[in-house]
């Protein structure tokens, strides 16, 4: 082992560090300083440690620490709320505002938005989407499934570690918008998402189509039609019959900050109830 005589001491025996040794000590004095307990796990896993093996002591500490940081100490999982709705019925602006409000009472909560067009799947739904390209109904409907299920490990995950996750549209707008196409039924279009985490509340922004032109035209994305809209709307009536979930209809013509009021009141209640009870799957 090249060395350049620097010493230090153990409980034990002297030993003699390379320079990446000798920086892995300094980083280990500093990571030392800032543990509230002296870093008594540092004594435990290096006492009697052999020359060789102190270069992996800090990256091991590090690596224990990170993991640490991402078990859920509390025991309770977090919980999965969406936020549905037909276009401009104010999603966007209040799942926002939820984030800010739970993180500013220091909860763990973060936002994830449907389609997520930041993935390979999320991009040819976008070029959809802003009529770039045309693509056949069926397809188009098993891309947006698939773009909920590539995030479905992350979802599991971030739940497990006690973070909520407030979601900008999910499997009922999917649902809404194909069997709002002629020749589609709800039964047939709900089978791709069978099995994605179930929401533990979904709170639904009931607007009328005329209400959400008045907030500004549509803009020239596909959809963006009064009449397409409305049948949207028929859709979302259908699948709020199922008492297997829990929907709350909110008055989304109310002003935004009344209207976020009732969704933080339901969402923390819900934050509440969900305690350590296993992630569902949706339709199953
Ligand atoms: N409660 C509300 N009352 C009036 N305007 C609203 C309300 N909520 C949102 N808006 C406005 O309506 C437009 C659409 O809101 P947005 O949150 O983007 O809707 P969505 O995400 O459902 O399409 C925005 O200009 C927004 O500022
Ligand atoms: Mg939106």
Known sequence: MATDGVHTHTHTRTLKLSSSEKKAVVYEKKWRLHQPDGGWRCDLVCTHVSPLLL???FALLFAASRLAARVNMSGRRGALIVLEGVDRAGKTTQCRKLLDALQREGH???LLRFPDRGTAIGQLINS???KKSNLEDHTVHLLFAANRWERVPLIKEKLQQGITLIVDRYAFSGVAFTSAKPEFTLTWCKQPDVGIPKPDLILFLQLSPS???KRGDFGNERYENRHF??????????LMQDENLNWKVMDASQCIDDLHQEIKSHTEKVMEQVGDNPIR???R
Do not use: K
């Open 55 to 57: 270069r992996w002591r």
């Open 108 to 110: 763990r909560a973060e």
């Open 229 to 238: 809209q409305e049948q949207v709307l028929r859709q979302f009536n259908e």
């Open 211 to 213: 209400d959400a032109m």
């Open 281 to 283: 799957d949706l339709w």
């Open 128 to 130: 959809y989407l802003e």
